[in-house]
């Protein structure tokens, strides 16, 4: 089942790159602000960069709708007891979006740090969010998660006064474990720290090849 995922995997990546897409999967648990920060970075974007979204749950369509009354062109994919998105469900969601009129893609994918981990999309970059109310540990619990992740973003910085979160452990474990990630720190919630993390997504969709 993984080697069918991979080859069709490596076709989206083809097709996407092909259409000039950035294409980023979203990882993290649940509740770690993974649809604000996609609404903050489609936002953020806006007037330069055209953004689309596909949203994986196991249930309900939430996070689609948030998204779609921020005007953010969006499919749902729901996948019942199934713990991750897998390339085949993307490559079908993405035949529902007016791609040749986005830059970037953002794959929001079901809220766990296990499963996904696994599963190539066909993404450009790997994005992994862990929130400052989670604790530091997270890297190391999940390594195969924060391993794979090309981009680690560390999400509710402005909790984490009140949650007494460790930055320097937080970032010595992301390091220990994700040692290549590019890390940003956020809150997407009141914006500080995006304009570094929307700079970097600038600039790797002008390396995208065309
Ligand atoms: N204070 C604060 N809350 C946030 C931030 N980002 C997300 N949240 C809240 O965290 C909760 C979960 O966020 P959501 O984006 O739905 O997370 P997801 O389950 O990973 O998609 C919601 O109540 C958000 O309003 C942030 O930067 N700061
Ligand atoms: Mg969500």
Known sequence: ???KNERLAEQNRGFFRAKGLLVLNVLSSPGSGKTTFIQKTAEGLAGTLRVGVIVGDLATDNDAARLRRAGIPVVQVTTGTVCHLEAAMV???AGQL???QLDVLIIENVGNLVCPA???LGESLRVVLMST???EDKP???PPMFHSANVAVVTKTDLAMACGFDRELALANLRRIAHHAE???VAAKTGAGMEGWLAY???RRAETPR
Do not use: H, S
């Open 1 to 3: 089942m993984l080697e």
């Open 91 to 93: 490559a079908r969601a």
């Open 98 to 100: 007016p791609l040749d």
């Open 118 to 120: 696994d599963f190539d």
């Open 133 to 135: 109310t989670e604790g």
């Open 140 to 142: 190391l619990k999940y």
């Open 183 to 185: 890390v940003f720190e």
């Open 201 to 203: 997504l600038r600039k």
